[in-house]
């Protein structure tokens, strides 16, 4: 992205006015797959009116020609907005397409020419949002005049919001719907991330990040938990655990080496300028991934914007934590139109309305009255003023019933669903619904449980279900008998793994290096027990030694050469029981550097794959 001088002053504004379903119009694409299903949800859930939704027929390809553009986009929204007063909101779904490609390169400005005027390409969206413009020059960029405005948007404005329901599937889309409504009505929780660069940066780029680092002023302001990272190395999101909001930049993608899984309401954004470059792939760019990702909001833009086409996180978050709703707090911190900004989420999600705290309090307590069992002379709770209490419930209600139909057939992919909804509702105080509606899984836990302390009977270190079930049941009832039993094992493992560590202490003193290594290894396996602990510590000491590392692998792999030899030939005459035995279990505390330590681990998967398919 190349760097933009100009400097913005941060307005601060009270909202007199807010955007509600009323303003909302609906576009759907009855060539793409899922694009009219999305469209139909989203009037449901948000209560849209019937007849502001329209379905265009154009291309399903994200990226189209301006004929196209002119021919099969255009004249069907702009026919509809330019007769109704009230739309205030263009509602794009899946399928409709996302950019406009440049049409004629030969009058493009240089960068030193300014690089903008002359270039037609931009998103879709960014065209959408001047339908009551009026002729405007399509080549270059529209100043947004509605740019850091203190006034919540109008008619008079003469601007239109545009967010996507769009995502890398059907159902990710759909998914934003739900989460923007759980979150907003609900509450979002967790701890949020902001990473900038830091202050060694010079021109536009340094002005950039001082803008961002403004986000954390408006998270303070919002009573936002957060972590700002000022590295200027982009971190691995799969680091984080729980992450809400983020915001960050700069690079092209990530490839995380874990898991990412945002909280439910998180607004995630990384400034790079083909973020969005494309939305329905989720390993490319930022925008698809940061969905996949369990986003419930994100926007990016599609083609090089500069970074004064970027919309400016600091007047966004501002605005967000004064009530906007993500759809204005988006556009009003958007500063070229006919250009290339991209948003996708729901318009209408507001994460923090005034008084949110006591709104999320008194939702809460009506979603439980009306989902649980209340006791005989219960006070009724007062529902007025909670426009979306029934959508909630429905939804609640929806994803328990699946869950109720699919235990009957598949427990196992029924438990999974549940543990996806506990993630989504966490922190929501939804404690006594999901007690209940997890009544039926009592059977299906307890036999899970037993077979855990099955498999860990056979081998005390094989706690890697276990360590997921503590993560995965908080708050079930079984959880007690988790916790018992974790005290348990933890004094059981010490035992074990304390004789381990005193003998790899022993043996490191005349560096016998390896048995010392595999001795700790596997003492340090035993994860609930202290001594595995002080283990991994004398692991990294030894490691520490780069001529313990060099025999270490020379040993491991002289020992192993011959197992996984032998192994493999039984496994090529199709007897994996016969290679499982001869590979044995020792393997798993050589060092792991070794190449045949690498090998028996690859030999290990596949015999293990073997066996179960029974050959």
Known sequence: MRAYLGLLLLAFTTPLFALDASNVLIVANDKAEGSVEIAEYYQKLRGVPEGQLIKISASDKEEITRDEFNKDVLPAIKKYVLEHDNILVIVPTRGVPLKVKETDTSNDSNLQGGFIPGRDFASVDGELALLRQGDYQIEGAFENPWLNSEERLTFETKILVVCRLDGPTVEI????????LLAEALGCYGESFLDTRGPNLEGGYKQRDDQMVKVADAWKAGEIKFVHDTDPAVLDLSTRAETLHYYGWYAGSQKPKGTVKFRTGGICIHLHSFSAGTIRNPANNWVGPLLSWNATCSYGTVYEPLTVGFPYEHIFWD???????????????????????????????TPYPAGHAELHKRYRDAALARMVPQPEGAVPVNEDGLPLLTPVQQLLQARADDIKSLLRKEPKLALESFNDLRFLVSDMELVTWLSELSGPFNAELERRFDDIKREIKEDITNTAAFERALEDWKGLPIYADLEKYKLELAEEQEKEAAKLLKKAESTNKPKKRLKAWMLAAEAAAHRFAESGVAAQ??????????????????????ELAPLVEKAQKELDKGKPDRAAKALGSEWRWHFPEGEQRKAAEALHAKITEALAKGN
Not at 320 to 331: I, M, N, P, R
Not at 537 to 550: G, H, P, Y
């Open 173 to 180: 889309a759909k998914g934003l719907v739900e989460k923007a």
């Open 319 to 349: 605005r967000l934590v004064k009530g906007w709703s993500f759809g204005e707090a988006g556009q009003v911190a958007n500063h070229l139109l006919s250009w290339q900004a991209v948003f996708c989420g729901d318009p209408l999600y």
């Open 537 to 558: 510590k004398l692991l990294d000491e030894i490691k520490a030694d780069a001529d313990a590392v060099t025999e270490m692998k020379a040993d491991s792999d002289k």
